[in-house]
């Protein structure tokens, strides 16, 4: 029985102590000139979706729930959100070159399709943010409205 004290006393020691190990979760600042909606006429009702389903982990607007804050949990999310940023950030869109940005519109549309955005996971801890089918259709649409075809056929002169 004495064991038993032991070894609860030690998890309840080891994880007070991993609390001190607090990972960053302020938001950095937005240039509002670089934001997707300052570069492309981006449809309200996709800046809604937007809003509700990505900018947690893909803009600079990340909103920390109360859970963000309690270890080891924090460190997945820091970690994710860390990781989304550096796929795609709607926060510094004017920051990517065109050829990019249009790579990044496609890949959105595919994601989304792909039902891979946004994150299982973040989905079952939000349920608001999964996308219907609606959804799905207005985002692609919006997308496929901005990106260029490929035009890999050079005139012979």
Sequence with gaps: MRTRWKWLFAICLIAAAIQ?????????????????????????AVSALFARSCNDCHSNLTAWPWYSKVAPVSWMIV?????????????????????????????ICQQVSDKEMPGSIYVLMHPASKLSDTDIRSICTWTQSLTKPNDNTRSKE
């Design 79 to 107: 970690s994710d959100v860390r990781r989304g940023r550096g796929d795609l950030n709607f926060s510094e869109w004017g920051a990517y070159p065109a050829e990019k940005q249009q790579e990044l519109l496609k890949e």
């Design 20 to 44: 001190l190990i607090r990972p960053d979760t302020s938001n950095p600042p937005v240039n509002t000139s670089q934001t997707i909606q300052a570069g492309l006429p981006v449809d309200p």
